[in-house]
């Protein structure tokens, strides 16, 4: 479902998707060396083409994909000529000409694992596997490893994630809805009736899809992990990284590293252009030739020694002398920062100060005929990013809130969240929040969001909203705002009945934005107690300069042990999209009282970023299925 870049990457990516949708574009590239079925443990073929690289045995570049291997020739080139690498591209079970049922995702650990396993057996390579993809690609790669042969050494992930359930099929216990087209673009309709059914994520249906810590600890895989902060799945790739650099196997601890651009997964560019955030002048090109040499070459210490962290730190855009719009390097994710809360107050009012009296309630309203939309934000399709939310905040049925003009800069870096006490009629209600960023002459561009089910009693009670991450520095004379809804439709599932909700911003039920502070906000020195969604534990920078620009206006520097999966039961079957997309099922489970918690797309660089190339896959692949219809 597509990578993402800026700027002159976007113009030529644009250009490429354009005419290859008018079908003016023919490649030439050489044909695989070989065309092989590896046949699984249950039997299954699975059809591979082998581009070797000729003369002494080379490291192998595994791809696993469920949009057509034969696609991926001029990709499978250019992985061969830029890492001087033998290349595997392999039709995912049920898809292309590989046998079995396509059971999205669901086969990818036992299968992926297999794979690696006859290229071990076979001799294919010089002892050293890796894998490379975006999106789907990426997902079967993060499924795969754990528990793989110990020469599976080298990772190259972008935009995926390890937790299909609360991140691309559900957010926040709120059915994504947008997933569901992508699987009528693979024909896999049968899975929506599945995904329905398991609205928990700690169902044990998720388990196969879902990277538990017993998972985690078995991986042995050294790792480059590229997300953009719109992606669909950011917080996937961001978990990912940091649960395998903390507590991965003792092969894969302490050697990943992460990227994150201001981009989004289909590389649309919302409203704003962030300056120097095109690949060619991100820190990637260097850590893909650094991922060449240290994990797939045999100079490990080239991969080791670059900084762990690369974020682009977000700032206003069109502002002379603005802070941030810069490359930065970190030791650790997420950077150490004090969690700050910003109150809901009376008058409209986003503070620094906790209420100390009791005050009325707040409220907005939720009309299933007339939703509040989605207008950018961490989607699929476009329109994704930073887009003016100024039309949606100017709903009746929106509570905004907003701090006054800030003095000073104010810097975030990790994962927001808000706890806001609610009080609605409705058993099933929806609350979404979204964090802009006002500009003096008004716009109020989307910075993060989040939404959350929860069970309406008519009683207050507490709702936890997770906006995921970002990296951004709110500007002097800017201001943060927080607007609160009852839909994001379009994307997500509506509520299907009317309510109004109460929103607490009193003392005794404090609503508040939670941030992670790194500087400004005066007055906010206190931290909060008792975060909504506990991060990981921060480390301290190593130094007191290692968040310093490093770009500023250009350049920076045997078979496996498989997961058991039952095959047999696929589900009810379905031949269309719901009827009535937005509906909610009435047995579907919420915490009581309480909203969900996080959640959670999708293809895989150019001579100069293998993630380009990622997406001229997509483009290639979309053109094949479409000659194919």
């Given at each position: 479902m597509g990578g993402s870049m800026r700027r002159a990457w976007l113009i030529s990516v644009r250009w490429l998707v354009l005419v290859v949708a008018l079908g003016t574009v023919t490649w030439a590239h050489a044909a695989p060396t070989s065309t092989v079925d590896l046949v699984m443990s249950d039997g299954t073929h699975l059809r591979t083409d082998i581009y070797a690289v000729a003369g002494e045995p080379a490291p192998v570049i595994l791809v696993r994909t469920p949009y057509g291997r034969t696609?991926?020739?001029?990709?499978?080139?250019?992985?061969?000529?830029?890492y001087n690498a033998t290349v595997f591209v392999q039709d995912v079970r049920g898809r292309g000409e590989s046998e079995g049922v396509d059971s999205v995702f669901r086969d990818d650990a036992a299968d992926g694992r297999e794979t690696l396993a006859w290229i071990e057996l076979l001799g294919w390579s010089n002892g050293t596997i890796a894998s490379w993809g975006s999106s789907a690609l990426s997902i079967a790669q993060m499924l795969m490893a754990p528990g793989a042969t110990e020469l599976y050494r080298c990772q190259y992930t972008s935009v995926g994630t390890h937790s299909i359930a609360d991140q691309l099929v559900?957010?926040?216990g709120a059915r994504r809805r947008e997933a569901d087209q992508w699987l009528l673009e693979q024909g896999a309709l049968a899975m929506v009736g599945q995904w329905d059914a398991h609205p928990d994520p700690e169902d044990p249906y998720w388990e196969p899809l879902t990277l538990t810590d017993a998972k985690r600890s078995t991986i042995q895989?050294?790792?480059?992990?590229?997300?953009?902060?719109?992606d669909v799945a950011l917080q996937g790739t961001l978990d990912y990284f940091a649960g395998v650099q903390s507590s991965g196997?003792?092969?894969a601890q302490g050697r990943q590293h992460l990227l994150v651009g201001p981009w989004t997964h289909d590389g649309s560019n919302g409203e704003l252009l962030f300056p120097v955030s095109d690949v060619e002048?991100?820190?990637?090109?260097?850590?893909?030739?650094?991922?060449?040499?240290?994990?797939?070459?045999?100079?490990p210490e080239v991969f080791d020694e670059k900084p762990a962290v690369y974020l682009y730190v977000m700032g206003a855009t069109d502002e002379e002398g603005a802070p941030g719009n810069s490359w930065e390097a970190f030791e650790a994710w997420p950077p150490a920062s004090e969690r700050v809360g910003l109150y809901l107050r009376e008058s409209a009012l986003l503070s620094v100060d906790a209420p100390l009296s009791t005050q009325p309630a707040a409220s907005y309203t939720h009309d299933p005929a007339d939703p509040v939309p989605t207008l950018g934000g961490n989607q699929l399709e476009p329109p994704s990013g930073p887009f003016d939310q100024g039309e949606l905040e100017a709903r009746e049925d929106v509570a905004v809130f907003t701090t006054e003009?800030?003095?000073?800069?104010?810097?975030?870096?990790?994962?927001?969240?808000?706890?806001l006490w609610l009080s609605s009629p409705a058993p099933h209600s929806q609350v979404v929040v979204r964090l802009t960023d006002v500009y003096p002459d008004g716009r109020s561009m989307l910075i993060a969001e989040g939404i959350a089910r929860y069970v309406g009693t008519g009683g207050f009670a507490p709702v936890d909203v997770d906006l995921w991450s970002t990296a951004f520095i709110f500007n002097a004379g800017h201001q943060i705002r927080v607007s609160i809804s009852g839909a994001s439709a379009g994307v997500f599932e509506v509520a299907p009945e009317y309510y109004a909700a109460q929103i607490g911003r009193s003392n005794t039920q404090p609503s508040r934005l939670e941030l992670p502070l790194r500087s400004g906000l005066a007055g906010a020195a206190t931290p909060i107690e008792g975060s909504a969604v506990p991060e990981p534990e921060p480390e301290p920078d190593p130094e007191p300069d290692a968040g310093n620009s490093i770009v500023d206006g250009g350049s920076g520097d045997s078979g496996p042990a498989d997961v058991t999966v039952e095959s047999?039961?696929?589900?009810?079957?379905?031949?269309?999209?719901?009827?009535?997309?937005d509906g909610f099922e009435s047995d579907t489970a919420s915490s009581g009282g309480s909203g969900g918690g996080s959640s959670g797309g999708c293809s895989g660089g150019s001579p100069g970023a293998s993630w380009l190339m990622g997406l001229l896959a997509l483009a290639l692949v979309m053109r094949s299925r479409r000659r194919a219809h």
């Open positions: 696609a991926m020739g001029p990709v499978a080139d250019e992985l061969r000529a830029k559900y957010r926040g895989t050294a790792g480059l992990h590229v997300t953009g902060w719109f196997g003792v092969l002048s991100s820190p990637l090109p260097a850590l893909e030739d650094a991922w060449r040499d240290g994990c797939l070459g045999s100079s003009p800030l003095s000073e800069p104010a810097e975030l870096i990790g994962r927001v969240t808000a706890r047999g039961d696929l589900g009810p079957e379905e031949t269309s999209l719901p009827s009535s997309p």
